[in-house]
């Protein structure tokens, strides 16, 4: 697969995506319009579109693949699901086979879970439940953070993605990431002492009415570029939610059920949040979301009311027996073994990367989360839309998927890629790497 695909596209698929934007509301998802295909059908790391085309796939759906596409034993538990039942008013064996499955592979204090069909659902229903239990009403989250694109999730945003689609829920301030590439102190970790979490703890004091019901963050902050924070810094942001008596929230929509190598990315620090909200990969494909908690928080509150916090379609039987295959898989598998392993895997073929490669700025890798961004050679500043936009395509005509634009690239293969297509991938973006690298510095970036 080493030489570039052709361009062009079938009749067929012409036709699929021009019957497609012919419905569709402006507002999709940006791959759809910068790739133009059409996927045909996909088994495990490899996609096939309507035009013959084999790729390997870096992206699966912003890592919701973690098992692989077309498992064989997620397709029979769900076929057999679908052919019983699928609505989910009413009490469910396999409901109930999930959540024990689920409550057995988490802590003490998060044994208690309510289902939804998305990220954005579950992030709103988890900032409902900490103002009940905490009776405060002020949520902090993180510059560069992404929590969804409902209303409520956006106004936890803190950057351009959520620029003229206001008005927001107010109650929400913003503090910075522990961003170390842009460390907006211009500090060195480790010397630092973590002054980003003194920064917000005075942004804290500085900025609220000391109402604050809880602290929402990623443990890797996956939309702005998969950044992985440094060793130690969740354990401050534990110890920042209890100074100011909050409730911590980890979004692992993204991180969970093996993508960092950990089943959940919670368990590299040891740190235990007092809530916890899931989606994406929870269903390998089938949409589902969860938080968990711990039910005595919430007696006696508006959120334990009949009914309160319910979601039409979330634990139905359908969604409830995908998540709960893609849980024995992940366990019978070892994939988040093999996670951590191919995580090393990709590390050691990319540890000479930054320093040959003059566009890398920056390198982040836990487990198969793993992101780069892109930089002007000897600058700070952000490849254009443009110049990346065009690394994309190239990239897709090389055979390989990957969110490779906005100056950052985000890698999510399957958990279970083999080397062989692992190694594929990564050499054919180290190859188009290069070939960016050559470009930028006959047309450098110009003030």
């Known amino acids: 697969m080493g030489n570039r695909m052709k361009p062009s596209r079938s009749s067929t698929t012409r036709e699929i995506i021009s019957n497609l934007l012919q419905h569709s509301l402006p507002g999709g998802a940006a ?20 035009d013959g085309n084999r790729y390997i796939d870096f992206f699966t759906g ?9 498992h064989p034993k997620f397709l029979t538990a769900v076929s057999k699901q679908l052919a019983r039942c699928t ?7 396999v409901r109930a086979q999930l959540q024990q499955s689920l409550a057995a592979l988490l802590p003490s204090n998060l044994q208690h879970i309510h289902m ?5 659902e579950a992030v709103e229903a988890a900032v409902r439940f900490a103002r009940a239990a905490s009776g405060r009403e002020e949520i902090i989250s993180f510059w560069g953070g992404f929590h969804g694109k409902t209303q409520g999730a956006m106004s936890l945003h803190a950057g351009p993605r959520k620029r003229d689609a206001g008005p927001f829920p107010t109650g929400s301030h913003h503090v910075p990431y522990a961003y170390c590439f842009r460390c907006p102190l211009n500090l060195k970790f480790p010397g630092c002492h973590y002054a980003c979490v003194e920064l917000a703890r005075n942004s804290i004091k500085e900025s609220t009415a000391n109402n604050v019901a809880a602290i929402i963050i990623e443990p890797v902050q996956g939309t702005n570029g998969n950044i992985v924070p440094p060793a130690g810094y969740l354990k401050e942001i534990r110890k920042l939610a209890d100074e100011f008596g909050a409730l911590l929230i980890f979004d692992e929509v993204i991180t969970g059920f093996g993508r960092t190598g950990r089943f959940f990315a919670f368990e590299h620090e040891d740190v235990v949040p007092d809530i916890l909200v899931l989606g994406k990969a929870m269903g390998s494909g089938v949409p589902v979301s969860a938080v968990i908690s711990d039910a005595a928080l919430v007696e006696n509150t508006s959120f334990s009311l009949p009914s309160a916090a319910s979601s ?18 992940i366990r019978d598998e070892h994939l988040v073994e093999r996670s951590c392993e191919s995580g090393k895997l990709a590390e050691s073929i990319m540890k000479s990367w930054s320093g040959e490669l003059t566009v890398i700025g920056n390198t982040g890798i836990s487990g198969l989360m793993i992101g780069l961004e892109l930089v002007y050679p000897g600058t700070n500043r952000p490849l254009s839309a443009d110049v990346m936009r065009n690394f994309f395509s190239s990239v897709l005509h090389r055979g390989i998927i990957a969110m490779a634009y906005g100056s950052r690239i985000r890698l999510y293969p399957p958990l279970s890629i083999n080397d062989s297509d692992l190694k594929e991938g990564l050499l054919t973006l180290y190859s188009e790497l290069q070939c960016l690298a050559q470009f930028v510095e006959n047309y450098p970036y110009k003030d």
Do not use: C, K, Q, R
């Open 31 to 50: 791959i759809n319009e910068y790739s133009n295909i059409v996927i045909d059908h996909a088994e495990n790391a490899y996609i096939w579109d309507t």
């Open 62 to 70: 912003v890592g919701v693949s973690n098992i692989g596409h077309s």
């Open 87 to 93: 609505v989910g008013s009413f009490y469910t064996e």
């Open 116 to 120: 939804y069909s998305t990220g954005s």
């Open 312 to 329: 039409t379609f979330g634990g139905n039987p359908l969604a409830s027996a995908a998540a709960l295959a893609t849980i024995e898989i």
